[in-house]
């Protein structure tokens, strides 16, 4: 067989385990997105830092190949904009691993990369938030609220200016401010996403 017939079968095969496990993951969520699913592609991301650092770059594709998968999982469970910022960081992300393969990965597209991949997970586990409050799932708005501002704070390690630092610890404390009143208030307190939302998506679009 042909090293290029060899490459199409493996990139066929690769994309039929990808879809079959997107399927699992589907199905595991039966229907709601749980913390975990949704915090899944941050260990992914970290993961994949970790081994990039280490000059792991077969893993470190293996790590974003699988944060990836789970991105889109979550874009199930959100809107359009949240879907949007998802499949541009998913692009970026894809641009990464070009360069890991052909051994030419660039900071700069790397630490944007991840920034924006971090923070729109937060994005869409706002938008997951705030459809919780609406139902009155008050606990599953707080923990969504809680795994927005997890992303965030992971988000930091790749901030690529101090004006784009204090954008982010500024929504960071803003998250933080909400967090603890929905708490001091048994989850009944009402804040708006919206702007929120704005915030996040400047972040997103710096």
């Known amino acids: 067989m042909s090293s290029e017939k060899k490459t199409t079968a493996v990139s066929s095969i690769l994309l039929i385990v990808a879809s079959i496990s997107i399927l699992h993951l589907v199905n595991l969520a039966h229907n709601e997105l749980t913390i975990d699913l949704a915090m899944a592609p941050v260990k992914n991301l970290s993961d994949a830092r970790h081994l990039i650092v280490n000059g792991n770059y077969n893993r470190a594709i293996q790590e974003l190949d ?21 499949e541009r960081a998913v692009e970026d992300l894809e641009l990464v691993e070009k360069e890991m393969r052909i051994d030419d990965l660039k900071e700069d ?94 972040l997103i679009e710096n």
């Open 66 to 86: 699988d944060a990836m998968m789970k991105m889109r999982v979550i874009e199930q469970y959100t809107d359009s904009s949240s879907i949007a910022h998802l």
């Open 109 to 202: 597209d790397l630490n944007k990369a991840f920034f924006n991949a971090l923070n729109s997970i937060a994005y869409a586990c706002m938008t997951i938030s705030e459809n919780n409050l609406d139902k009155g799932e008050k606990f599953k708005a707080m923990q969504f609220m809680n795994a927005t501002f997890a992303e965030m704070i992971a988000s930091l390690k790749f901030v690529q200016d101090e004006q784009l630092r204090h954008k982010e610890e500024k929504v960071i404390a803003h998250v933080r401010e909400i967090l603890d009143k929905m708490e001091a208030t048994k989850y009944t307190f009402r804040f708006d996403y919206d702007m929120v939302n704005h915030e996040l998506e400047e």
